[in-house]
């Protein structure tokens, strides 16, 4: 019987849809983001085996085709390493292997074929992420794969095998995606669906599927800087800050035949000897001017006490305000646990820069300088105002 070659052809099983690769490379990608990583999958893999075209080509030999049982599923892994440029894109380079598949063909006259394939090799790829939150992300790969297929064929009885173990090697289009989770910044779960175009190496072209679960660590990895408010200058080295000042209108002795008049009492503190650099909870060393204004203030008699914050004019507003109306708080709380004083008859207010004590064109300059912010010392200041004393 006149010997024959068989042809194995791996058809495509499903269409697979590529997710669109992020790559433009952003100017604003934060510096964690790029750097070096490696990883690790595995899987199962699946083809098709073409029953056709087996058929077809034992029966053009004069043979009968009376059964064929294929083994389309198998195992693979691949091994990988890449460097990521920014959030959006990396590249990826690895290892392959796709695992093993087969057939058997038993024919009439008596006789079998028998048919192996193994494939592997090496890709490179383009790979583009999509974050959806902080830890879960999207990506899709687009890339090649240089395969190396090694086949052995097996005849018996009538079946002849002109070349029982053909090799190739070819480089075709592969493409993926999936999903990746980072348990931290340096380790991360990828799930992946990819799709390998092969040579099966008797001139078939076929495609491979691979699901693969794995690991990716990366090198260096760092935690997430956390996001600065809109105003945090340095710290600066400023000249030591003078005493606080205290402004006091001293109640008059009442005139022998007149109830006394209600005179308010007005105390200013600077802000710098209270608190830290921008913090609002009063420092150690600020409590003793406090506790000489809370001894004045107990057994006092009045409708009202006014605590009202005050910073200088650089930073937003926004900020400003917020950080004023902290600072009036805290001095209300503490005056209230120091004195006992109703939290009621207490009223707190932040003001945002807009009422320096400075006079125009004094400070001048934009920039935090030290110079300036020396110069802006009077504006940072608390203001306490008791009204209707008795």
């Not at 006789?111 to 990506?139: C, H, M, Q, W, Y």
């Not at 592969?174 to 999903?179: A, N, R, T």
């Not at 209600?262 to 009063?282: E, G, I, W, Y």
């Not at 802006?376 to 008795?390: A, C, F, H, K």
Request: proline content about 7%; some cysteine; aromatic content about 6%.
């Amino acid at each position: 019987m006149t010997p024959i070659s068989i042809q194995k052809q791996f058809a495509t099983p499903m269409a697979l849809s590529l997710m669109t690769l992020a790559v433009l490379v952003s100017t604003s990608a934060l510096a964690q983001d790029a750097g070096w990583y490696a990883g690790a999958h595995a899987g199962s893999t699946q083809t098709s085996i073409d029953d056709a075209r087996i058929t077809s080509g034992l029966l053009g030999r004069g043979l009968t085709v009376t059964s064929i049982m294929g083994d389309d599923r198998s195992n693979g892994y691949k091994l990988f390493g890449g460097y990521q440029f920014n959030k959006n894109l990396a590249l990826e380079g690895g290892y392959f292997d796709l695992g093993e598949f087969g057939y058997r063909a038993n024919t009439v006259p008596a006789g079998s074929l028998t048919g192996n394939i193994k494939l592997r090799g090496l890709n490179l790829d383009l790979v583009g992420t999509v974050p959806i939150t902080e830890k879960f992300s999207a990506f899709g790969r687009l890339g090649v794969a240089h395969t190396q297929a090694r086949d052995t064929f097996v005849g018996t009885g009538a079946v002849r095998v002109l070349n029982p173990n053909p090799s190739s090697r070819d480089t075709n289009l592969k493409v993926g995606l999936g999903v990746q989770y980072a348990f931290t910044p340096a380790l991360s779960l990828r799930a992946e669906l990819e799709r390998y175009r092969v040579d099966d190496a008797v001139g078939n072209k076929g495609d491979v599927d691979m699901v693969s679960v794995g690991l990716v660590y990366r090198f260096g990895a760092k935690a997430p800087t956390p996001v600065a408010p809109q105003y945090r200058p340095e710290p600066v080295v400023a000249a030591p800050m003078p005493e606080p000042v205290a402004v006091a209108v001293v109640t008059p002795p009442p005139a022998p035949a007149a109830p006394s008049p209600r005179v308010p009492v007005k105390v200013t503190l600077s802000a710098d000897s209270l608190f830290d650099f921008d913090q609002s909870n009063v420092k150690s060393s600020g409590r003793a001017d406090l506790d000489r204004l809370a001894s004045g203030l107990k057994g006092l008699e009045f409708d009202v006490i006014n605590v009202t914050g005050h910073t200088d004019r650089l930073g937003s507003q926004a900020y400003n305000l917020k950080l004023s109306t902290r600072r009036a708080e805290a001095v209300s709380a503490y005056l209230v646990e120091s004195t006992g004083i109703p939290a009621q008859k207490i009223r707190t207010r932040g003001v945002n820069g807009t009422n320096p004590v400075t006079r125009p064109g004094e400070c001048k300059g934009v920039k935090p300088t030290p110079t300036l912010i020396a110069c802006l010392q009077r504006d940072r200041r608390v203001e306490i105002e008791v009204s209707g004393q008795r």
